[in-house]
């Protein structure tokens, strides 16, 4: 059974860093891409960032380049979102989610979920 789970949510103020987990459970991550996507009161989910599977590369969205990076580590089946220089604007829920490949386009093609963690940047 494929099952994602984040944490590492919670309050912090601007300019502060947050590292966000997803464990996942049911498949063999390394043939698979892990997408974080965010989603704040009353936006559209956006896509954050994407590790592509087989290690082809990260894939980030242009609103946390340079800030945002992401690291998976296939054995223990877990893949972090680490957050620098937070603003007001990440403030939201965070979900992991798996798919094929990466295309942060497409949040359709990734297929499970995790039921995220929120984040609240705020002074």
């Known amino acids: 059974q494929v099952q994602l789970v984040e944490s590492g949510g919670g309050w912090v103020q601007p300019g502060a860093s947050l590292r966000l987990s997803c464990a996942t459970t049911?498949?063999?991550?390394?043939?698979?891409?892990i997408g974080w996507f965010r989603q704040a009161p009353g936006k559209e989910r956006e896509g954050v960032i994407c590790s592509d599977k087989e290690l082809r590369g990260n894939y980030y969205a242009d609103s946390v380049r340079g800030r945002f990076s992401i690291s998976r580590d296939n054995a223990k089946a877990t893949v972090d979102l680490q957050m620098n220089k937070l603003e007001p604007e990440d403030t939201g829920v965070y979900y992991c989610?798996?798919?094929?490949?990466?295309?942060?386009?497409?949040?359709?093609?990734?297929?499970?979920w995790g039921p995220g963690t929120q984040v609240t940047v705020s002074s």
């Open positions: 989610a798996v798919a094929l490949h990466c295309d942060l386009t497409r949040a359709s093609d990734f297929k499970y």
């Open positions: 049911g498949f063999t991550l390394h043939y698979f891409s």
